[in-house]
């Protein structure tokens, strides 16, 4: 595990050094959205959002959450290997990308929104614990069918189970 974390903060260094420019510049729209999402990450952490949904959430969407620091150096190395060597399309992002992108309302599909999401998830997850990120986007995130947050689908769907929960984040309602 040791060596695992050891090796995440290496691959890592380069967006470290990046946030670390981004809070010395100021950069007034970087340094907005940051606190954007830490106000809403301290305001919206729903405690009522069990240890073992939780869980899920890191199993489906970002096994690897507890080990990097915001973004999955490892992720980004296999996606940018499929997408050259096999034309394949595939995402990137951790739970703190997406809880960025859902937040911000950002949802242009360029690199440098990436880079600025990458850049917000380092500042983010050094600013919050991985299971209040996790709480908060479980509490806002997408459900499909004009339903965001956890609380107004199990209004919608009161018998739904945790599984299928997750499973709506990943696949949406239409």
Sequence with gaps: ????????????????????????????????????????????????????LIDKLRISEDHRQLLHMGVDPIAIIRTIYLKIFKNIHQGASTIEQQLIRTITKRYEKTIRRKIREQILAILIRNASTPDDICRCYISCCYYGYSTYGVDKLLIKYPDLCEYSIVARIKYPFR
């Design 1 to 52: 595990m040791a060596a695992k974390r050891f090796l995440m903060f290496i691959l890592s260094i380069p967006y470290l050094l990046l946030a670390f420019v981004v809070i010395k510049l100021r950069i007034k729209s970087l340094t907005n959205d940051y606190k954007k999402c830490i106000d809403y990450i301290n305001i919206n952490s729903n405690k009522e959002v069990t240890s073992s």
